[in-house]
T-cell receptor, first 113, second 115 residues
């Protein structure tokens, strides 16, 4: 069964600290992996999209890694800010005609001053 | 929110009544999607459209219907609302140029409560 599992479920860190969110998937065949940020009361916004051949991709203070062999991804946030408080969703796209997206449940990050 | 609006943003209704949610885009994207988001679940696809009058079912389509008569509008109808359909509904759009990395852009969501 195609699944995307994220850990931890929630996380609290102090402003200025770094953190890493994890994503494990069993989706096959694999097309790409995406990380979305969802602020409270808003729709998800894309942070990165990584294909099979990409190991690392950065977007400002966000760095995503992908290990297609172990089917794991991580999202590292550097020098966290209060505005990073949000839910972070890992999404894997099936290859093939429908290109279905499989969503993880998300990690809720709270950054405290 | 990438030129996507959803209406209404909040709605409270009673069990058994029909409800229609509207998604409107100004990006002229070909694909449009309806998802629901519930605690303990990832976003789940209800229905999607790949062109005017072209729609297909997602993984949780029972109790829902959709229509797309214009490129810019995608309507989601709950034929007879039930309490299990209390959720936050998101519309998304995608250009689907053929690149596997086409992004889906999400609207602001509609919070629906069925009493």
């Amino acid at each position: 069964k195609n699944q995307v599992e994220q850990s931890p479920q929630s996380l609290i860190i102090l402003e200025g600290k770094n953190c890493t969110l994890q994503c494990n998937y069993t989706v096959s065949p694999f097309s790409n992996l995406r990380w979305y940020k969802q602020d409270t009361g808003r729709g998800p916004v894309s942070l990165t999209i990584m294909t099979f051949s990409e190991n690392t991709k950065s977007n400002g203070r966000y760095t995503a890694t992908l290990d297609a062999d172990t089917k794991q991804s991580s999202l590292h946030i550097t020098a966290s800010q209060l505005s990073d408080s949000a839910s972070y969703i890992c999404v894997v796209k099936n290859s093939g005609n429908t290109g279905k997206l499989i969503f993880g449940q998300g990690t809720t990050l709270q950054v405290k001053p | 929110d990438a030129g996507i609006t959803q209406s209404p943003r909040h709605k409270v209704t009673e069990t058994g009544t029909p409800v229609t949610l509207r998604c409107h885009q100004t990006e002229n994207h070909r694909y449009m999607y309806w998802y629901r988001q519930d605690p303990g679940h990832g976003l789940r696809l209800i229905h999607y459209s790949y062109g005017v009058k072209d729609t297909d079912k997602g993984e949780v389509s029972d109790g829902y219907s959709v229509s797309r008569s214009k490129t810019e509008d995608f309507l989601l109808t709950l034929e007879s609302a039930t309490s299990s359909q209390t959720s936050v509904y998101f519309c998304a759009i995608s250009p689907q140029t053929g690149a596997s990395t086409d992004t889906q852009y999400f609207g602001p969501g509609t919070r629906l409560t069925v009493l």
